[in-house]
């Protein structure tokens, strides 16, 4: 049985920083791309970040890149995201995601939901202004 765990959420005004975390089992972990999604009330779950198996690559859409850093410690099973310079609109529930496919066209980047349903309950984040 898969488990997908986040922590790490909680109110922080505009400009700080928190660092998200995400442990998996009942998986092989670095089998897989990982990534971070979020989901605002009233919205689609966007994805925020991606990484391959090995953490050689990493992906951001243009509304967090250079704030935020994806990372992972695959004899942990564990997934990161460091979040910087937070603003209101980061204002979201934040999921981790197994196998999210994530791909790079010159600055267009693209992460989408993976084909299975292993998400956790997520972890609540809120920037004041």
């Known amino acids: 049985q898969v488990q997908v765990v986040e922590s790490g959420g909680g109110l922080v005004q505009a400009g700080g920083s928190l660092r998200l975390s995400c442990t998996v089992s009942g998986l092989t972990f670095d089998d897989f791309t990982m990534g971070w999604f979020r989901q605002a009330p009233g919205k689609e779950r966007e994805g925020v970040s991606c990484?391959?198996?090995?953490?050689?690559?990493?992906y951001y859409p243009a509304s967090v890149k250079g704030r935020f850093t994806i990372s992972r410690d695959n004899a942990k099973n564990t997934l990161f995201l460091e979040m910087n310079n937070l603003k209101p609109e980061d204002t979201a529930m934040y999921y981790c995601a197994v196998g999210p496919q994530c791909s790079s066209n010159k600055d267009l980047v693209s992460i989408r939901r993976p084909p299975n349903n292993y998400w956790g309950q997520g972890t609540q984040v809120t920037v004041s202004p």
């Open positions: 990484i391959s198996w090995s953490g050689r690559n990493t």
